[in-house]
């Protein structure tokens, strides 16, 4: 269980950080929740906003919020409606950044995905120089993988997934912007770990959903419901 003065914005339901007043008013500060940042490391934040003073920070952050704006058609009742796909959104964005050389990071079972997106983006201009995650073709064993833990069987050869040569080999290149594709849990983290370029994400890995990992959180009540373990409320039974 989570302590109360634990950040728990997930559970939030006021959403006094982003409150409906006009602009130059301030935002209510009195009733944020017990478990809101905002009312146990106020220093936190004030150190993280001064960041911003840092002028490319500032401009990078400008440029995301421009991009963030430009995803939405402001329509004549008030409403917005979004309009870009994420491919379209990394074009603008990279385009708006000055970027010209873009580094993919693929996993081997989105060979195809990272050659349409190649293509892509070189279409729109850009030099695309990619990595697959199996570069180096360095055994499984290596890494104290067992023959039985082979997916492939334990009598083939199996290649490790490589994130760490993937992050160094864009970093060498020195790629105006890292772009992972698909890369599995964990195999992730390593490549944003060692990955030194600015790193952004087109996908990432599902195998189960064509690569979207929310899908089940929306049939969470019902299909996927055994995803939220024991005790919970009886789901309705799905049909
Ligand atoms: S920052 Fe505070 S007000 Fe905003 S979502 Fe988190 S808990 Fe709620």
Not at 71 to 79: S, T
Not at 105 to 133: K, P, Q, Y
Not at 140 to 166: D, H, L, T, Y
Request: aromatic share 8%; proline share 9%; charged share 25%.
């Amino acid at each position: 269980m989570t302590a109360k003065s634990s950040p728990n914005c997930a559970r939030c339901v006021k959403g006094d950080c982003h409150p409906p007043i006009k602009a130059g008013e301030t935002p209510p500060m009195d009733r944020l929740p017990a478990f809101c940042p905002m009312r146990h490391q106020p220093e936190v934040i004030e150190k993280a906003v001064a960041e911003y003073n840092n002028p490319e920070v500032k401009e990078f952050a400008r440029q995301a919020s421009k991009q963030e704006f430009e995803g939405y058609e402001q329509l004549p009742d008030g409403l917005r409606k979004p309009k870009n796909p994420r491919i379209l959104e990394l074009i603008q964005f990279a385009r708006k950044c000055g970027y010209k050389k873009l580094g993919l990071a693929f996993c081997v079972g989105l060979h195809n995905e990272a050659r349409t997106l190649t293509e892509i983006l070189e279409n729109n201009g850009f030099e695309v120089v990619s990595v697959c995650c199996k570069v180096g073709a360095v055994a499984k064993e290596s890494i104290g993988i067992k023959p039985e833990e082979k997916i492939f069987g334990a009598e083939n050869w199996e290649s490790m997934c490589n994130p760490i040569a993937q992050a160094e080999i864009l970093n060498s290149e020195r790629v105006d912007l890292a772009v992972m594709l698909g890369l599995c849990v964990g195999h992730d983290t390593l490549f944003i770990r060692y990955c030194h370029r600015p790193l952004t994400v087109i996908a990432v890995k599902d195998r189960v959903t064509g690569h979207n990992p929310l899908a089940p959180l929306y049939t969470s009540s019902t299909y996927y419901a055994y995803l939220m373990g024991k005790g919970k409320k009886k789901p309705p039974p799905p049909f």
